[in-house]
């Protein structure tokens, strides 16, 4: 599944009906429901600028993950920028802070190997950040994250720069040491995700990050994640500020491959070129082809249905997650402006996050038999089911009134539609998948 879902609605930047979009939105769920099985593919359209150089150049060299060094790139580029660029939402600021979460497949996918193809480039890019401003895990409370932050700001020479990079190579034990009772760990990620300044009272002070700019790249397998993960979390909008890609194992590479010195330092003096030109951007404004566009993706976005308690728990910040990164990937090109451009390559990478939780967690239509049904119906395709079909789908073990009251309720969500089709006898009806 890749982002090609999206195209249309990013694509066309025309105004459609409230139903449209309600139907798009319902389109973009069932796109979920019928990959939810098999691992994702990242839209090209991710790809794109210098991050998607890099991306392209480390793939055939290394065994890690396309999706993982890019959101690895993004999170730390996104650090090195700090609170000089911003994208306004009425008179709120969101800032380029990004929390990621790389999820491997299994203890083989190699979710750690992302960091290191592409750390040469980082430290091309600005060594002084990534050697003093490069948390890697270690954080036992959140107090200690807000002194972390503080301290940073001490001096002269910083001028209150609280920019930072925190690395969780075992975010499962972020998670742990969050669930501890009496920890303000998640309260405090919560809101540092929001760019508010943060407070934490001790017996010996009152601890202070006023103008905090914090990235979280965290790394971790699905089983783990799955078991750490608690439910308060996911309920409370903690996991839904990070954006989850699972990562796969690539090529099986027994003698990995490295950057030529030549191409780490072009890389690098080109994202060094970013960084420089973001530290100063300012407010980034949207093109009046990004706002026609965005506006479709948004409501179509907006509007679409239910898939499940954990699967909107996670991906209830969609807009606002697609914007930070449309935002991001305008300054790696050094763009005052948001384009069409970047909002496709932030629906593209969005879409495999989103899709990623699909097959972690599952996407449902809320109730097991309509699953199982909508399941059966899409297999079937342009020929669809009849009556009799629809009742083998549950073993004909259910009564009339009980299936046709699922084939109402998938007709009601707009996922599919029953039409009459000629038998040799008295017509079918055929229940078939809206596509």
Known sequence: MTAQTLQPAVTDGTAAPDASYELLGRLRLASRLDSRSTPPELGPDALHGISGRIVQALAPLTEASPPAMLLTLLVSFAAMVGRS???????????????????????????????????????????????????????????????????????????????????????????????????????????????????????AATLVAEQPHLSVLGHVTINELKAVLKPVDIANGYANRFIHVLSHRGALLPEPGRLAPAEVDAFGTQLRAAVTFARSAGEVARSEAFRQRWDSLYNIVESQPSGGDVYDSLTVRASPQMLRLATIYALLDQSATMEPVHLSAAAALWEYSEASVAHIWGATLGNPDLDRLYSAVSAAGAQGLNRTQVSEVFSKNKARYELDALVLKLVDLGMATVSSRASGGRPSSILTAVR
């Open 85 to 203: 660029a911003y994208v306004s939402v009425g008179h709120q600021k969101h800032y380029p802070i990004l929390f990621g979460v790389v999820v491997g497949s299994s203890a083989r996918a190699r979710k750690g190997t992302s960091a290191a193809a592409v750390r040469p480039v980082l430290d091309a890019a600005d060594g002084d950040f990534m050697a003093t401003r490069h948390m890697r895990g270690g954080i036992q409370s959140g107090e200690a994250l807000i002194q972390a932050l503080a301290s940073l700001a001490e001096g002269p020479e910083n001028d209150g720069d609280q920019r930072l990079l925190l690395t969780e190579e075992e975010y499962g034990r972020l998670l742990t040491v969050a669930g501890r009772q009496g920890s303000i760990i998640s309260p405090i990620l919560r809101s540092a995700w929001d760019g508010d300044a943060l407070s934490a009272r001790t017996r």
